[in-house]
């Protein structure tokens, strides 16, 4: 029995921010931007929390399906932006949606968060603990970002996409393999210092900015273009697949050269890989499930594609799915 996507939405915040935006006060440029990141533009909420974007992607996710809030088994959110440290996020979904059938959780696995809750959701419903999840990648990044530093300023942006994972009618289709990773020796490299109860918040913390994201992009590039790139490729060595097999790679979006570096090791060529990065930036656990939302919606993802979803972030965490879409727009 496999588990696959039977419905999918996303929401990105209306507030566009150019890399022009930061040109005014950073000593930073559109063109570097661009050139290093391969981003021109991402999206800030305004106001709300990471739950404020999830709930309009999870109504119209619903909607498509002919959904209620009540026929919801199981909720997971994954994001390192929760709205508070706890109640879970799952909690405040559920609330708000009105789910009132449903039980759940959050999931902290970074910019693999997406793909580690996709794991569990599949693994709940193939083994027949609940017929359905409610998955949300969402991340606020704008809310951990420190505006004062050019070298991350610039990467992220906010936005959420939700999926519903049900038993597949045929096992053709659906979630058919995976490879995840953990490497807590990349910890010191891309963390949030304070805050959490290694060291809880204090005046101190806030003034040395230790709730902010730190990273070593240097560190972290280097990790990243490897391990997503190997997994990628272990991923369809294990499952016999060539590169004309696959239809899509989709990448999580954290620097196109990291994505255009996994590209070349599959041997796909740039029109089989999904890229938003440059108008979204990095949303974190947001990224996978938006561009897999947004080719469905302009029809160019279809039902038989072989997908393979990859992604790399803090923890380390990394990981790749093989599925095949089962769905039409
Ligand atoms: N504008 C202009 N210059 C910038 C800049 C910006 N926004 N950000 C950094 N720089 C500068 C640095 O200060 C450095 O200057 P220096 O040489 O005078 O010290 C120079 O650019 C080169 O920095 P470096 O870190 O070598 O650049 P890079 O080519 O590695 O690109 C990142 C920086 C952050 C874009 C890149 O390292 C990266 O993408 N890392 C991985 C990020 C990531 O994937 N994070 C999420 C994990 S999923």
Request: with cysteine.
């Amino acid at each position: 029995m496999t588990a696959t996507i039977t419905s999918i939405a996303h929401y990105l915040p209306p507030d566009v921010y150019p890399n022009s935006y930061f040109e005014k006060y950073l000593d930073t440029s559109d063109e570097w931007i661009k050139a290093r990141t391969g981003i021109s533009e991402r999206r800030f909420i305004k106001d709300g929390a990471t739950s404020d974007m999830i709930i309009p992607a999870a109504k119209q996710c619903l909607e498509r399906r002919g959904f209620k809030p009540e026929d919801i088994d199981c909720i997971i959110v994954a994001t390192v932006t929760p709205d508070h440290m706890f109640p879970a996020t799952a909690c405040v979904v559920q609330n708000k949606l009105g789910a009132t059938n449903a039980w759940g959780f959050d999931l902290s696995a970074a910019c693999s968060g997406f793909l580690f809750a996709l794991v569990t959701a599949a693994s709940l419903v193939e083994s027949g603990t609940v017929k359905n999840v409610l998955l949300c990648g969402a991340d606020k990044m704008s809310s951990i970002l420190n505006f004062e530093d050019r070298a991350q300023a610039v990467l992220f942006g906010d936005g959420a996409g939700v999926v519903l994972l049900e038993k597949s009618k045929d096992k053709e289709y659906g979630i058919i393999d995976h490879i995840l990773h953990i490497d807590g020796a990349g910890g010191p490299y891309l963390h949030q210092v304070a805050g959490g109860s290694y060291k809880p918040a204090s005046i101190d913390t806030v003034t040395n900015k230790e709730h902010y994201i730190y990273q070593d992009g240097q560190a972290v590039f280097k990790a990243a273009v490897v391990g997503m790139a190997d997994v990628s490729l272990e991923i369809m060595q294990k499952n016999k697949l060539e590169s004309e097999d696959v239809a899509w790679l989709v990448p999580h979006q954290a620097n196109l050269r990291i994505i255009a570096a996994t590209a070349n090791r599959m041997g796909l060529d740039k029109d089989k890989v999904m890229i938003n990065i440059d108008r979204y930036g990095n949303t974190t656990a947001g990224t996978i499930p938006i561009c897999l939302s947004e080719w469905l919606d302009m029809g160019k993802l279809h039902k038989g594609d072989r997908l393979v979803l990859s992604s790399f972030g803090a923890g380390f965490t990394w990981g790749a799915i093989y599925l095949r879409w089962g769905m039409n727009k």
